[in-house]
Structures are given as C-alpha cells and as structure tokens.
C-alpha cells in the first residue's frame, strides 16, 4: 500500500470516528429530550461519593476536615402537575409546586432547603439527564447492546465536560468546604438508551483533585447509578402530612410577603 493511500485512509478513518462521535452525542441530547417530556416514572439508585480528605490546622483543631464516604440508596416516582415522592437511607421526601418538604425516620415532615436532596438524589432526574447530556465531551455508542431488566437497550461510553463532571460532584454532595486553585476534573460513564429512544439508565463517575505542596490531594469523588421504569403509568402518593407541611409552609411564605397591617 503507498503512503498516499494509508494517509487518506487514515484520514477517512478519523473522519469516521468523529462523525460517529458527533452522531452519539445528538442521538443522546435527543433521549435526553424524549425522557423530560415524559408524564411520569419511577425511579431507583444509588450515590456512592467521597469528600475531601484534608486536614486543616494542626490536627487539634475541631474544625478539621476528615474524609468522609458514604452510599446512599434512593427509590421513588415523578409525577408531572403532581411533583415527586423520594425515599432514601435515612428519610422520606415530597416535592410539590417547587418547595419540597423532609421527614428523617420517626420524626416530623418539614420545609427543607432548595439543595437538600444534593448528596441523596439528583432532583428531579429527568433535569440532571438532560444537564449531563448537555455537557458531554466525548461519547462513543457500543456495537453491542445491553439488557436493562428485561429491555435490550443501546450503551454509550461517555465523558463529560470540566462542568459537567463537577455538577455530578456537587449533585452527589461530594464537595467539601475547602478547595484548591485550578483543580484537575476527571469523569467517565455510561449511558442506556431503550428503543423508543428513552433514557432508561445512567452510570456516571466523576473526581477532583488538586496539587497541596507537590502532593495530590482528592477533593471529592462520586459515582452515581440511577434506573427508570414505569414509563407513563408511574402514580405519585404524597403523604397527608406531607401535603398538611407544604401547606403550612405556603401559608407562612405567603404571610410574610404580605405588607403589615396599618393600625
């Protein structure tokens, strides 16, 4: 083979790869569209992250900063015009006309804050899918498919953007107090598609380090699993309390926007 014709194969190759890459990523922004539109569903996973394992001080200090790890498991339904019921390790949460309310294990549901569900369940999924699908640096679609339950569905190997990955950190509630200048972001996952084009489900992986005195030092890290099902016909149930708490918290919202009465 002359070296004229191994380079304009060569070229063609890349050619390939790169419009291969390019379809991916269009054919993933589209699934990602096709799952927000979806009246309902039900939902399960996981988030396994780690904070920062740096110690500030002179290691006497209370405020140092230990590294911590955890797993949390998360299970629930979204219902579009309803809102959306989450249960995980250590409580239950209901969401409803934007303002979500918490009930930890035996005790009483109340307002929790915008970034509660950061670190338990990104909230609401189909939203951080569409987010990591907006952000995706590379994407590579496998010749070969996968079952999910009992659905045969097309993978994508997936690398996301510096910004895309630190969402999956934050979402994951993997990033402590303390951070460093110019840290290097690291991420990889993948991606189910089922043949109506849907998300079904999604692996995602990210890391932060940062160099301290020459040495590398993890910032946080997370890998987060999430599946889909029940398509359409998922039914959302928020408790009576639950309901009675957003109530009362619409009520106190309302009564302090409301200017005081001239006596």
């Not at 200048?181 to 380090?209: F, H, Y």
């Not at 708490?245 to 009564?255: D, F, R, V």
Request: hydrophobic share 30%; charged share 35%.
């Amino acid at each position: 083979m002359s070296l004229a014709l191994s380079a304009v194969l060569t070229l063609a190759l890349v050619g390939a790869g790169a419009q291969d890459a390019k379809d991916a990523k269009k054919e993933l922004k589209d699934a990602a569209k096709k799952t927000t539109g979806l009246k309902s569903y039900a939902f399960k996973g996981d988030v396994d992250s780690q904070k920062s394992a740096i110690r500030i001080g002179n290691g006497d200090d209370e405020n140092d900063e230990e590294e911590e790890a955890k797993l949390e498991n998360f299970g629930g339904q979204y219902q579009k015009k309803i809102g959306s019921v989450v249960k995980t390790n250590a409580a239950e949460y209901a969401t409803a006309d934007g303002k979500t309310v918490r009930c930890k294990s035996g005790g009483k549901w109340q307002v929790a804050s915008d970034d509660s569900l950061r670190g338990h369940c990104p909230q609401p999924l189909h939203e951080f899918f569409s987010t990591l699908c907006s952000e995706i640096e590379s994407a590579k679609k496998k010749g070969v498919k996968d079952k999910v339950g009992d659905v045969e569905c097309s993978v994508y190997d997936v690398e996301f953007t510096e910004d895309g990955a630190t969402e999956i950190l934050k979402e994951s509630g993997a990033l402590g107090g303390f951070q460093l200048g110019d840290p290097e972001v690291t991420s990889d996952g993948k991606i189910w598609v089922d043949p109506e084009g849907r998300i079904i489900k999604v692996r995602a992986s990210a890391s932060m380090t940062g160099s301290l005195g020459g040495i590398q030092i993890n910032l946080g890290s997370a890998t987060w699993t999430a599946t889909l099902s029940e398509f359409d016909s998922a039914k959302v149930e928020i408790p009576e309390k639950a309901k009675k708490a957003l109530k009362e918290s619409e009520k106190e919202e309302k009564e302090q926007k409301e200017p005081p009465k001239e006596e």
